[in-house]
């Protein structure tokens, strides 16, 4: 079923996915210009920078785009909690010769809200996505009120169910390759995560939905497999964090680039949520998946500071590595050339 691309007047489906703390709205604009759908992640944005971005967009392009939220339930305080993931950190701290107790905790990530959609909404965004679920219903119904096509991820047939209930547009379908956070909202049970093409036929198949694939997806042959497999559309990530128009750093990009992505695993150490990163020195030796790491998104704050003193030193060992278990599509290339190697998929 692909309604989806008529609706949005494109010949096929291929959206660049939201990548917080790797891009801006330079990349998004480099794949649109090229025939994809480029995205802004907006979770990490301040309001005038959301502003500012949206703005940029909406007069960089007349093809549609994707703006897309996160919908985290912000977690209470837990004093306890914190205080054994400082202790987890002290060696590391007093090694860096830094002052654990200067370091405040806080959150660098904010829920989609009204406040938010208050600057959002002058702009209707041809999409407007999310990540961890759905807003609240208000909130949900403000955002097709726009006309906004919605999306959100699904990492599970049960969370593509539930998302269909709610009405959304589409559905992405997030396999266990994908780089960065996972979309999980319905459980936090990690042995539920299945792989991009064991999930995306049991999804094509549960729900009257398009279904947009993501997850291990590099080139033109894995956007091929997607469709044979059903979807309506692809979305890439990693294939894009070497692009000239990524903001990817310098230590970033010569780990993607290198043998380390070989080996890739899920880790809550930098925010507090499963997340898919090349392992690194901090992931081995506390466990990526270390219980004292708090709740998203404030296990953030503890870890910032070591990862501004080790990249000062060309480090990236308490950096998060993002990036999805095939990292072969990764290339240092305009993303236009990289759309246009990938959108080949959908007519070869």
Known sequence: MNTLAPRLSVPHLLLQAPMAGSQDSALALAVCGAGGIGALPAAML?????????????????????????????????????????????????????DINAVPAGAGRVPFSHAVADLVEPFCPPIVSFHFGLPAPDLLARVKGWGSVVLSSATTVDEA???????????????????????????????TQMGTFALLPQ??????????????????????AALALGAS????????????EATTSAIHRAALQSEATRHTA???????????????????????????????????????????????????????????????????????????????????
């Open 203 to 224: 999804v094509v198949a549960a729900v009257n939905l398009p279904v947009i694939a993501a997850g291990g997806i590099a080139d033109a042959a894995g956007v091929r």
């Open 46 to 98: 301040s309001p005038e920078a959301l502003t500012q971005e949206l703005q940029t967009l909406s007069t960089g392009t007349d093809r549609p785009w994707n703006v897309n939220f996160f919908c985290h339930t912000p977690p209470l305080p837990d004093p306890a909690r914190e205080a054994r993931w400082r202790e987890a950190l002290s060696p590391y701290y007093a090694e860096a010769g830094l």
């Open 161 to 191: 169910l539930w998302l269909e209930a709610q009405g959304v547009d589409a559905v992405i379908s997030q396999g266990a390759e994908a780089g960065g956070h996972r979309g999980m909202f319905r459980t936090n049970d990690l042995t």
């Open 266 to 348: 899920l880790t809550t150490l930098f925010s507090g949520r499963p997340a898919r990163g090349i392992v690194n020195r901090v992931m081995r030796e506390l466990g990526p998946l270390n219980p004292a790491a708090p709740a998203f998104p404030t296990a953030t704050a503890a870890i910032a500071p070591l990862r501004t003193y080790w990249e000062k030193r060309g480090s990236g060992d308490f950096s998060p590595l993002w990036s999805g278990q095939n990292a072969s599509g990764c290339r240092s290339l305009p993303a236009g050339e990289i759309t246009r190697q990938l959108l080949r998929g959908f007519s070869d």
């Open 233 to 244: 559309g692809v979305q890439v990530g990693t294939a894009y964090l070497c692009s000239d």
